[in-house]
């Protein structure tokens, strides 16, 4: 049991601030014993390394009665050859999931496949990745990133979204601008994914993680989302925040266009019994080896799972 006294907050913000360190993570992966330690404990928030990997995991979710998301872990690349290489990945995991018969979405960054680079790069790499998915019948979902590229995100969205590429993009209930985001992801038909949001963040833009003020932001936007009719991914593990959209939504959650959305590996067991009370649900799987963020942002969000981490890295 970690000590009374520690300050979780801290820890998380800390873990946090390291998942943005570009530095500390090039020093972590060029250090062969440190990176091999780092990434044995990755394993634990992702499916592996290759296409192949994210395959396999998906198939295991659509088996368990899921719906399935898969994401090629990646984000704030500078270098347009190196956007459209990472674009390639893309396009390989749609040829398997095409191949598999897997009715996945894929989700991504938009600053993986190039908007810091160059807004136009990225919006012809999501055309692409959007014609190559397009005979699956889903979407692509684009992932949230800090608020300070908040306006870029939502900027290409309403480009892509507007112009009819089949897109839906990511909210998070953190943010005190999201509520007249929301408004404006409103009038495009691609689904909504609602998290509450991971990114280290001051306060006079975010709510703080855990406070009860982020839970009934959270409630509110949902609310709106259901209210609406949109298509929408409740995305959180936090079971007394679904519970309680649960009981003032009811039928509504089941009769419209609203899934829960949990992440590979944490919280199956609740994931697994919504399902068996008919709500549609969704797992998102997360591969490849840029994992730096994704994973630190897991820890920030629970930092006793620092001590799941640990144990990971304890001889078997």
Known sequence: MIAPDVDLESAADTLRAWALD???????????????????????YTAGETVADAIAAARAVVGRGHRVSIEYAGESVRDADLARTETRVFLELIAAVRAAGLASTVSFDLSHVGSVVDPGLAAAHVREMAAALEPVGTELMISAEGSDRTDLVLDLYDEL???????GVTLQARLHRTPADLDRVLRHPGTVRLVKGAFLEPDGVAHRRGSAELTAAYLTL???LVAAGHSASIATHD???????????????TSGPVEFEMLLGLGPELLDALRQEG??????????????????????????????????????
Request: charged fraction near 25%; aromatic fraction near 6%.
């Open 222 to 224: 949902a609310r709106r």
């Open 161 to 167: 979204a507007g112009d009819g590429v089949r897109v």
């Open 279 to 316: 709500f549609r649900t969704r797992e998102y799987v997360v591969f490849g080896g840029e994992w730096w963020l994704y994973v630190l942002n897991r820890m920030a969000e629970h930092p006793h799972r620092v001590l799941t981490a640990l144990a990971d890295l304890s001889p078997r």
């Open 22 to 44: 570009e530095d500390l993570k090039q020093r972590v992966m060029a250090s062969p014993t440190l990176c091999a330690l780092a990434a044995t404990v990755a394993r634990r």
């Open 239 to 253: 079971e007394a925040l679904v519970r309680a959209l649960i009981a003032e939504h009811g039928t509504a959650l």
